[in-house]
């Protein structure tokens, strides 16, 4: 029996490196195969390219800093930084979510800014 052929209707079946069928309802799209092929590698390269580009350092580089003033964890171990503007002061968190910490202390946490500040000097 041909491999080509459904083996219920014996109608002829497309190869699969001829053409690859798509039904859409009533409709039918047909695609090249490296069409097809090349469409995936595209889309496989361009997440690959995301997934290795380097997060980019917002923010102050004489940051007193290298860890989060709420939490301690590394500055961008969680991606970029998040930098906020306190009274026209740059603070930076390791995360969004250390922003509501802060908001509840601020002094405390300006505090260890400007002691690192003072002792980076």
Known sequence: MD???NPMSHANMPRPWD?????MGADSVR????????????TASLILAACEEKPKKAGDPNYPLT?????GEKLGSMGAPYVHKHDGKE???CCKNC???FDREPEKY?????AAAKAKK
């Open 110 to 114: 300006l505090a260890k800014i400007d």
């Open 31 to 42: 695609m090249d195969a490296m069409k097809l092929i090349r469409a995936f590698c595209l």
């Open 67 to 71: 860890v989060c003033v709420v939490s």
């Open 3 to 5: 491999s080509s052929l």
């Open 99 to 101: 922003l509501k910490d």
């Open 91 to 93: 603070v930076q968190f």
């Open 19 to 23: 053409e690859a069928g798509l039904r």
